[in-house]
């Protein structure tokens, strides 16, 4: 298991340009991937941890009873359905229509989502593969109706939060959770497991409130077909699906994508990006100015204390 201790400290030099004039550039990531060792405290299994290590992500799945799940997914409906009411900053709709996209800030228009972003479950997993207290660093809803849903490119979360949020190392970890059932062909999560090992320096400047542009089709900070087939064609491409209820963890580096949506069947899930404590952003490194609050949490880091018990109960 690649697992080491880390003893280095952020130290103001940029260790992953991007964005660059020149070509596009693939390098070894020169942080852990796994920030703590494992032990029998660890709050996944040994052979869980591995596959993280080795793939980049970890699909979870018994963690919610039924109950806390109809929960989820009736509080995400309502949200969903009184998109109106969301202030606009915070709402993302699909290209061409009104259809709600994307709710950002997910936890503070939601006590239900506030609660499950803190439950053990989610939060002491990021604790460990992290090795330090966590913060949200962001939180959203999903949403990719039937029939018009649209693909979301290739890319590394990392690259952006690096170049564009200021975050300074690999130290960040997603979970998403599903609220509706995923399969491969309703537009799921898609991997290159094993990608988040190395770090592809990007071509091209990142132009002026380039996230206006990105949250409907990232163009900027995205790898090349060329290194895409060859990653692919080395390791293959992994679905990330399951019933309503499953949580997917992906490291922060991982590349990822998915398909349009041209079933009956919508796919939602709830997202929150847990970064740790230490690795709070800096000035962006390849803009010129950080992304907006509802995107990038830059005041409020204050370690999450994972919550127990059912999500029905607060």
């Known amino acids: 298991m690649n697992i080491v201790h880390p003893d280095k400290q952020f130290t103001g030099l940029d260790e992953y340009p991007t ?15 796994m920030w703590k060792q494992w032990d029998e405290s660890a709050p996944i ?9 080795e793939k980049g992500y970890l699909i979870r799945n018994d963690l919610f009873s039924q109950q806390e799940i109809a929960q989820l997914i009736e509080t995400s409906a309502a949200l969903r359905n009184d998109g109106q009411s969301i202030r606009s900053e915070d709402l993302v709709v699909e290209p061409g229509s009104d259809a709600v996209r994307t709710i950002f800030r997910l936890d503070e228009h939601s006590a239900v989502f506030a609660r499950l972003a803190a439950d053990a479950r989610l939060a002491n997993v990021a604790r460990f593969l992290l090795g330090d ?23 590394s979360d990392f690259e952006t939060w690096h170049a564009e949020d200021g975050l300074p190392r690999m130290r960040t970890v997603s979970a998403s959770v599903l ?15 094993g ?8 071509h091209g400047e990142t132009p002026d409130a380039n996230h206006k542009s990105s949250l409907q089709k990232q163009e900027i900070g995205v790898p090349s077909r060329e290194v895409l087939e060859k990653l692919a064609t080395q390791a293959g491409l992994d679905a990330a699906t399951g019933p309503a209820g499953t949580v997917i963890f992906f490291e922060c580096n991982t590349l990822h994508a998915s398909n349009g949506n041209v079933t009956p069947f919508p796919r939602s899930n709830a997202f929150f990006v847990y970064n740790a404590v230490s690795n709070t952003p800096s000035a962006p490194f390849a803009a010129t100015k950080p992304r907006p609050a ?21």
């Open 19 to 33: 964005r660059l004039n020149g070509p596009e550039s693939m390098t070894k990531r020169r942080d852990p991937v």
């Open 45 to 53: 299994a040994r052979h869980e941890a591995e596959h993280y290590a």
């Open 133 to 155: 207290e966590v913060y949200l660093h962001q939180s959203r809803l999903n949403y990719k109706p039937g029939f018009t849903g649209k693909e979301f490119y290739w890319h």
């Open 179 to 193: 609220l509706t059932d995923n399969s491969a062909l309703n537009g799921p999560l898609m991997l290159i497991p």
């Open 195 to 202: 990608s988040h090992k190395q770090f592809i320096a990007c």
């Open 294 to 314: 509802f995107l990038a949490n830059r005041e409020n880091f204050k370690p999450i204390e994972p919550v127990t018990g059912n999500l029905c109960d607060s």
